[in-house]
């Protein structure tokens, strides 16, 4: 089983600043990893497939990068309703996995 | 408008068994993989059940391997998830989430059905 590891925990961070989220796999996962925010209360969405394709009607401000065991989420500048927790997920060999989770709120 | 709607979750005792339904709307039920994917109270989503789109291929988490069924129904554009022997460590809010066309991430999620065991 592939572990994804994210880092931080938590990122607290103020209105319109950058946020960087990490996560890392135990073995290569190619570009096989996708991103998933989830506020409170409700289900997880879709944010970016294959390490760096933003999924529809996703904002420009979101941004993936990364390939084989190292990927980062960027969001450029932070709007009140991104304070949320965000979840890298690897689709590359079963079973899939999930990282445990990076929550960004507010500082 | 795609749409997922989980029913059937409730209170249940351990070693009981449930059966959750997933009504979907809005694509071709028989043309998409479904997975079942949890999320025990204040914990991460951990992924739990796949189906392809003809229901040729099954796969599950170690967890609830040989213990929960994934099923599709293309006529009525239903998934289930039957589980039986619960245990408690199998509370959490059940998402239905379809797989997208290139099986690249889960691009639509079901709001959740809660399942308790006690």
């Known amino acids: 089983e592939i572990v994804l590891t994210q880092s931080p925990a938590t990122l607290s961070l103020s209105p319109g600043e950058r946020a960087t989220l990490s996560c890392r796999a135990s073995q290569s996962v190619h570009i096989n990893l996708a991103w998933y925010q989830q506020r409170p209360g409700q289900a997880p969405r879709l944010l970016i497939y294959d390490a760096s394709n933003r999924a529809t009607d996703i904002p420009a401000r979101f941004s993936g990068s990364g390939s084989g065991t190292d990927f980062t989420l960027t969001i450029s500048s932070l709007e009140t309703e991104d304070f949320a927790v965000y979840y890298c997920q690897q689709r590359s060999i079963w079973p899939l996995t999930f990282g445990p989770g990076t929550k960004v709120d507010v500082k | 408008e795609v749409r997922l709607v989980e029913s059937g979750g409730r209170f249940v005792q351990p070693g009981g068994s449930l059966r959750l339904s997933c009504a979907t709307s809005g694509f071709t039920f028989n043309t998409y993989a479904m997975n079942w994917v949890r999320q025990a109270p204040g914990k991460g989503l951990e992924w739990i059940s796949y189906?392809?789109?003809?229901?040729?291929?099954?796969y599950y988490a170690d967890s609830v391997k040989g213990r929960f069924t994934i099923a599709g129904d293309s006529a009525k554009n239903l998934l289930y998830l039957q589980m039986n022997s619960l245990r408690a460590d199998d509370t959490a809010v059940y998402y239905c989430?379809?797989?997208?066309?290139?099986?690249?991430?889960?691009?639509?999620w079901g709001q959740g059905t809660l399942v308790t065991v006690s």
């Open positions: 189906i392809s789109f003809n229901s040729d291929l099954t």
């Open positions: 989430a379809r797989a997208s066309q290139y099986g690249d991430s889960e691009d639509y």
